[in-house]
T-cell receptor, first 112, second 114 residues
Framework: AQSVTQPDIHITVSEGASLELRCNYS??????LFWYVQSPGQGLQLLLK??????LVQGIKGFEAEFKRSQSSFNLRKPSVHWSDAAEYFC??????????FGGGTRVLVKP | NAGVMQNPRHLVRRRGQEARLRCSPM?????VYWYRQLPEEGLKFMVY????????ESGMPKERFSAEFPKEGPSILRIQQVVRGDSAAYFC????????????FGPGTRLTVT
């Protein structure tokens, strides 16, 4: 069975600083991987996805993620965070059968 | 192109009542998924439907919960005889094709059982 782990429940970062959110997965084959962002009381917005090919993927809002097969990781990064990046971030895996398996989420707080 | 629409956005039900949650997928999308987000928990898959077919209901509670996606109209998630533990945010997502394609999420329905 597949699983996704986001080791950091909360992260606090200063505005303008860099951000990295960790995501580790467990799956027997190459998964399809996604990062979603959820603002308070809102739905989920897709930031980026990895299906195959280039292991560094670019997304919206200045985010990027790197797929590392050897480490079973798909970490999300942003060079310089803005106050509007405060939200909860979910890493997700799509294995056979279409359903998404989500990590527990990382809540990001941005200090002025 | 309108996104995934869910209604109502907020729903309050007393214990024992029925809750009906509606989801209209993005235009052209024929695959619908329901997920539940319990307080302080992540999102969990409930059910995957195509028009008139339930493809995977492995995440649905065995009792009181049902889902449908008729030929015409929105997908419906129905919860009979609601209990306090059903209080959660219920999200619908849709996709264009089966695999290797992103799922687009609606804004969710926040169910409160009093």
């Amino acid at each position: 069975a597949q699983s996704v782990t986001q080791p950091d429940i909360h992260i606090t970062v200063s505005e303008g600083a860099s951000l990295e959110l960790r995501c580790n997965y467990s799956y027997g084959a190459t998964p399809y991987l996604f990062w979603y962002v959820q603002s308070p009381g809102q739905g989920l917005q897709l930031l980026l996805k990895y299906f195959s090919g280039d292991t560094l993927v670019q997304g919206i809002k200045g985010f990027e993620a790197e797929f590392k097969r050897s480490q079973s990781s798909f970490n999300l990064r942003k060079p310089s965070v803005h106050w509007s990046d405060a939200a909860e971030y979910f890493c997700a895996l799509q294995a056979a059968g279409n359903k998404l398996t989500f990590g527990g989420g990382t809540r990001v707080l941005v200090k002025p | 192109n309108a996104g995934v629409m869910q209604n109502p956005r907020h729903l309050v039900r007393r214990r024992g009542q029925e809750a009906r949650l509606r989801c209209s997928p993005m235009k052209g999308h024929s695959h619908v998924y329901w997920y539940r987000q319990l307080p302080e928990e992540g999102l969990k898959f409930m059910v995957y439907l195509q028009k008139e077919n339930i493809i995977d209901e492995s995440g649905m509670p065995k009792e009181r919960f049902s889902a449908e996606f008729p030929k015409e109209g929105p997908s419906i998630l129905r919860i009979q005889q609601v209990v306090r533990g059903d209080s959660a945010a219920y999200f619908c997502a849709s996709s264009l094709i089966r695999e290797a394609y992103e799922q687009y999420f609606g804004p969710g329905t926040r169910l409160t059982v009093t």
